[in-house]
T-cell receptor, first 115, second 114 residues
Framework: GAGVSQSPSNKVTEKGKDVELRCDPI?????LYWYRQSLGQGLEFLIY????????KSGLPSDRFSAERTGGSVSTLTIQRTQQEDSAVYLC?????????????FGPGTRLTVL | GNSVTQMEGPVTLSEEAFLTINCTYT??????LFWYVQYPGEGLQLLLK?????DKGSNKGFEATYRKETTSFHLEKGSVQVSDSAVYFC?????????????FGAGTRLFVKA
């Protein structure tokens, strides 16, 4: 299994709680992307990492959202004080790092349900 | 700003029918264009891409041509199969001095009947 993996696959939480979503990219991929897919919507771009740095965080929907990447590999997306509108599938993708033309390899996603 | 608009689904076709899924975009520069596909129960995967005007991407019998004059990247297949039933996403990626932009369309669900 050399693909992108995400954990957990499903997460149910109560409103107001914090959640952490994890992404393990394909080994060697320098670029990592987070997206959100709400029911009936397209993918909403959240943030992009090149190595451990995120050049542009403007896609994050609010200051309750943060993401980090360590060792140029694993990334964690954290949502603080979750709200019901945060319910969605959170997708991670990785690539070789030429974002203008990069093919992105997607993980299976984490389905987040906020009650 | 940049945007991607694709035809609403669901699209229902009989096997061996001709498929077109329309996709148009707006961009400030010269983006790369992609079609991704999501089969039932699976993750998104690249179907085809084109990185400059007049390029044609093709894969698994699907084709799409990057038309700068009409800002379109319509997906076509001459003869669909039941196994093509999936959700198809048109996407735009652009890297310029303003930063990195990636925008996905809302997706078009295709049902192919035997």
């Amino acid at each position: 299994g050399a693909g992108v993996s995400q954990s957990p696959s499903n997460k149910v939480t109560e409103k107001g709680k914090d959640v952490e979503l994890r992404c393990d990219p394909i080994s060697g991929h320098t670029a990592l992307y987070w997206y959100r897919q709400s029911l009936g919507q397209g993918l909403e771009f959240l943030i992009y990492f090149q190595g451990n740095s995120a050049p542009d965080k403007s896609g994050l929907p609010s200051d309750r959202f943060s993401a980090e990447r360590t060792g140029g590999s694993v990334s964690t997306l954290t949502i603080q004080r979750t709200q019901q509108e945060d319910s969605a599938v959170y997708l991670c993708a990785s690539g070789w790092g030429a974002p203008g033309t990069d093919t992105q390899y997607f993980g299976p996603g984490t389905r987040l349900t906020v009650l | 700003g940049n945007s991607v608009t694709q035809m609403e689904g669901p699209v229902t076709l009989s096997e061996e029918a001709f498929l077109t899924i329309n996709c148009t975009y707006t961009a400030t520069g010269y983006p790369s264009l992609f079609w991704y596909v999501q089969y039932p129960g699976e993750g998104l995967q690249l179907l085809l891409k084109a990185t400059k005007a007049d390029d044609k991407g093709s894969n698994k019998g699907f084709e799409a041509t990057y038309r700068k004059e009409t800002t379109s990247f319509h997906l076509e297949k001459g003869s669909v199969q039941v196994s093509d039933s999936a959700v198809y996403f048109c996407a735009l990626f652009e890297l310029n001095t303003g930063g990195f932009k990636t925008i996905f369309g809302a997706g078009t669900r295709l049902f192919v009947k035997a």
